[in-house]
């Protein structure tokens, strides 16, 4: 298993801007896929950007454009730069590393609020 910490959340300004960090305890270099997930209050936790080992990036239609996934092997550290916020982008932001198809370990959670 791995153990990764999220960080970078916070209150910010529609339109502004926010990078959010993932920390992994170990190398993810060899991760079959690393992503971020947000959950809204009220609703399910859903995919908003995926990364996997080939360099292949999938982002969810609504951040498209707005959001960047990407990793920093050196550092063990995936990132999530996002752009041009939205009030509907509030939520609790959460990292997910799958070490393979069938194994997976989820950050605790961050929480970005996008509201004037």
């Known amino acids: 298993q791995v153990q990764l910490v999220e960080s970078g959340g916070g209150l910010v300004q529609p339109g502004g801007s926010l990078r959010l960090s993932c920390a992994a305890s170990?190398?993810?270099?060899?991760?079959?896929?690393m992503g971020w997930y947000r959950q809204a209050p009220g609703k399910q936790r859903d995919v908003v950007a995926t990364?996997?080992?080939?360099?292949?990036?999938n982002y969810v239609d609504s951040v498209k454009g707005r959001f960047t996934i990407s990793r920093d092997n050196a550092n063990n550290t995936l990132y999530l730069q996002m752009n041009s916020l939205k009030p509907e982008d509030t939520a609790v932001y959460y990292c997910?590393?799958?070490?393979?198809?069938?194994?997976?370990?989820w950050g605790q959670g961050t929480q970005v609020t996008v509201s004037a």
């Open positions: 997910k590393a799958n070490l393979s198809p069938m194994i997976a370990s």
């Open positions: 170990r190398s993810i270099s060899s991760f079959y896929a």
């Open positions: 990364s996997t080992t080939s360099g292949v990036t």
